[in-house]
């Protein structure tokens, strides 16, 4: 049996059009979603899935504190989506003047 490589999956994270939840998406072709395990502690989502040629293992720290325990996720042709909210709506940028 051939030893599995290991990589980082490739993920995107960004925050919504209304500022109130982070997107993060991550591509996993060829993996089954029994084959993911997909956990979250305060800033930081730990995604760790497999194929059988292949172990994908990441995480990734949100700037932004969040809301685990309302976080919400899907996953569909080999794309997981997660949506997960911020603790605190972001305040409207401040215009600076400058001297």
């Known amino acids: ?23 993060v998406e991550v591509e996993l072709p060829g993996v ?10 305060d800033d930081l989502i730990h995604i760790n899935a ?20 309302k976080a919400k996720a899907t996953f569909s042709s080999g794309l997981l989506k997660v949506t997960v909210p911020l603790k605190e709506k972001r305040k409207p940028p401040m215009k600076i003047e400058i001297a």
């Not at 049996?1 to 997107?23: I, W």
């Open 1 to 23: 049996m051939a030893e599995k490589t290991v990589l980082p999956p490739h993920m995107f994270a960004c925050l919504d059009a209304s500022g109130e939840n982070y997107l």
């Open 32 to 41: 089954k979603k029994k084959d993911i395990d997909l956990a979250m502690h």
């Open 50 to 69: 497999e194929r059988t040629d292949l172990a994908l293992h990441g995480h990734l720290h949100f700037p932004l504190k969040v809301n685990p325990t």
